[in-house]
């Protein structure tokens, strides 16, 4: 009878195994060429929208000449803006026709594109679909609505922070009322920050993660975000960047800006897929041994232990106790982490030993990758404690370990013969 075992869980453990396996793959991936590529996309699309922002606020000017709420309106979104600021920078003209408007909404539909290709080719590094393609006219829709989508929902929330930030300063309002009134902005461009990255993380991938995992590390992205742009704006002045080089400083030190927020926007979708991966890495050094093909002291100490992997996929038996029996169609594979085992034929009415298993051994893989019954009975000579690894579980560690794919081969190709000696007599 199996019964689980079921050691204390290291959390730690699995944190650092999924901060190695996210720093491996986002440099097997070279993200940070692809983040490069997105923030130079991310400013070809935020020219026109500045232009756009301009001719907004011309004709929002004119009508706050005889509309109040407007006024109020108006002087929010010019001081919580900046937009003196950009002026004088050269970001923003101080006079925008109504045909340029125009242009920055066809620059900005068609640039959109570019921004997007580039957002679905990192992932299509990060996620790794094998082979599965997005339709022709879904990928060609797809740029055309998310920017324009993306972009109305982050200045829905700049306007609701600009309105609420100007009122926090509103001599009528009293003091806990601005406290609240700031944490109620805050939270709300939060939230837009959080639905942008989840609705990224969730939807583009061909190949979706999990509806849960991509909602928490989205949150997680979202506050890195946040963070990122405080210490920005903290340690850095884009005043400062103009003064000394002029106008394309500035553009520069924006590009520099949004190249950040790209690497942690792809570092934490990597990290995303990483927690799918993380079984996969540590299970492959199990059974590679901790100094198998191309281990490093740091892969050493940090899949060293197996007690996470112990509680996931252990199970222990009894002497004498059936981990396989031959004729079901059973497909779990088992990797003998402690004790001993042996495997038996059905020969002639009597059961004939094949051999004995031990430890570090993978077995039962041949019924899945032969897609037929068990071919053996295997028995557990002293105390046992196994992993028992599901069928995709096993598909995914041939996918990922070349090595691992070899020994598994080697040692298929021993048992065939060891069973067709046995069957021979």
Request: glycine letters at 8%.
């Given at each position: 009878?199996?019964?689980p075992?079921?050691?204390q869980?290291?959390?730690?453990?699995w944190?650092i195994?999924?901060?190695?396996?996210?720093?491996?793959l986002?440099?097997?991936?070279?993200?940070?060429?692809?983040?490069a590529?997105t923030?130079?996309?991310s400013?070809l699309?935020?020219?026109?929208?500045?232009?756009?922002?301009?001719?907004?606020?011309?004709?929002?000017?004119?009508?706050a000449?005889?509309?109040?709420?407007?006024?109020?309106?108006?002087?929010?979104?010019?001081?919580?803006l900046?937009?003196?600021t950009?002026?004088?920078?050269?970001?923003?003209?101080?006079?925008?026709?109504?045909?340029?408007?125009?242009?920055g909404?066809?620059t900005?539909?068609?640039s959109s594109?570019?921004?997007?290709?580039?957002?679905?080719?990192?992932?299509?590094?990060?996620f790794p679909?094998?082979?599965?393609?997005?339709?022709?006219?879904?990928?060609?829709?797809?740029?055309?609505?998310?920017?324009?989508?993306?972009?109305?929902?982050?200045?829905?929330?700049g306007?609701?922070q600009?309105?609420?930030?100007?009122?926090?300063?509103?001599?009528?309002?009293?003091?806990?009322?601005?406290?609240v009134?700031?944490?109620?902005?805050?939270?709300f461009?939060?939230?837009?920050?959080?639905?942008?990255?989840?609705?990224?993380?969730?939807?583009?991938?061909?190949?979706?993660?999990?509806?849960?995992?991509?909602?928490?590390?989205?949150?997680?992205?979202?506050?890195?975000?946040?963070a990122?742009?405080?210490?920005?704006g903290?340690f850095?002045?884009?005043e400062?960047?103009?003064?000394?080089?002029?106008a394309?400083?500035?553009?520069?030190?924006?590009?520099?800006?949004a190249?950040?927020?790209?690497v942690?926007?792809?570092?934490?979708?990597?990290?995303?897929?990483?927690?799918s991966?993380?079984d996969?890495?540590?299970?492959?050094?199990?059974?590679?041994?901790?100094?198998?093909?191309?281990?490093?002291?740091?892969?050493?100490?940090?899949?060293?232990?197996?007690?996470?992997?112990?509680?996931?996929?252990g199970?222990?038996?009894?002497?004498?106790?059936?981990?396989?029996?031959?004729?079901?169609?059973?497909?779990?594979?088992?990797?003998?982490?402690?004790?001993?085992?042996?495997?038996?034929?059905?020969?002639?009415?009597?059961?004939?030993?094949?051999?004995?298993?031990?430890?570090?051994?993978?077995f039962?893989?041949?019924?899945?990758?032969?897609?037929?019954?068990?071919?053996?009975?295997?028995?557990?000579?002293s105390?046992?404690?196994?992993l028992?690894?599901?069928?995709?579980?096993?598909?995914?560690?041939?996918?990922?370990?070349?090595?691992?794919?070899?020994?598994?081969i080697?040692?298929?190709?021993?048992?065939?013969?060891?069973?067709?000696?046995?069957?021979?007599?």
């Amino acid at each position: 009878m199996k019964r689980p075992l079921l050691p204390q869980r290291n959390r730690l453990d699995w944190l650092i195994q999924l901060a190695y396996t996210t720093w491996r793959l986002l440099r097997k991936n070279s993200l940070q060429n692809h983040a490069a590529a997105t923030a130079f996309y991310s400013m070809l699309s935020a020219t026109p929208l500045l232009l756009l922002l301009s001719y907004g606020m011309q004709w929002l000017g004119k009508l706050a000449e005889s509309y109040v709420p407007a006024t109020l309106l108006f002087a929010a979104l010019y001081n919580q803006l900046q937009l003196e600021t950009l002026t004088e920078v050269g970001f923003l003209p101080r006079q925008t026709q109504l045909a340029a408007g125009g242009v920055g909404l066809v620059t900005l539909l068609l640039s959109s594109r570019g921004l997007v290709n580039a957002v679905q080719s990192a992932f299509s590094v990060i996620f790794p679909a094998e082979g599965r393609r997005r339709r022709f006219v879904t990928a060609w829709l797809l740029p055309l609505l998310i920017v324009p989508i993306a972009f109305g929902l982050l200045a829905l929330a700049g306007l609701a922070q600009a309105v609420l930030g100007f009122f926090t300063h509103v001599e009528l309002i009293g003091t806990a009322q601005g406290f609240v009134l700031q944490g109620l902005s805050a939270l709300f461009m939060l939230f837009i920050l959080w639905l942008l990255v989840f609705l990224a993380y969730w939807r583009l991938p061909i190949s979706r993660p999990p509806m849960r995992a991509a909602a928490l590390i989205a949150l997680l992205a979202a506050l890195s975000l946040l963070a990122l742009f405080s210490a920005f704006g903290h340690f850095f002045h884009l005043e400062k960047y103009q003064s000394l080089y002029g106008a394309l400083g500035g553009a520069v030190f924006v590009l520099i800006g949004a190249y950040f927020a790209c690497v942690v926007f792809y570092l934490w979708a990597q990290s995303l897929f990483a927690v799918s991966r993380v079984d996969v890495e540590a299970l492959e050094k199990l059974f590679l041994g901790s100094a198998g093909e191309g281990a490093s002291r740091l892969e050493s100490f940090v899949f060293g232990r197996a007690n996470r992997l112990l509680e996931k996929y252990g199970r222990r038996y009894q002497p004498g106790e059936v981990l396989i029996e031959e004729g079901h169609d059973s497909q779990e594979a088992f990797f003998l982490y402690s004790g001993s085992a042996a495997a038996y034929k059905e020969v002639n009415g009597s059961a004939r030993r094949l051999g004995a298993l031990n430890e570090g051994q993978l077995f039962g893989e041949m019924a899945y990758l032969l897609k037929e019954r068990r071919t053996a009975t295997v028995r557990a000579e002293s105390e046992v404690v196994a992993l028992v690894l599901p069928p995709d579980m096993l598909e995914q560690l041939m996918r990922h370990s070349a090595p691992l794919s070899r020994q598994i081969i080697a040692t298929l190709c021993q048992r065939l013969e060891k069973m067709n000696l046995a069957a021979q007599g």
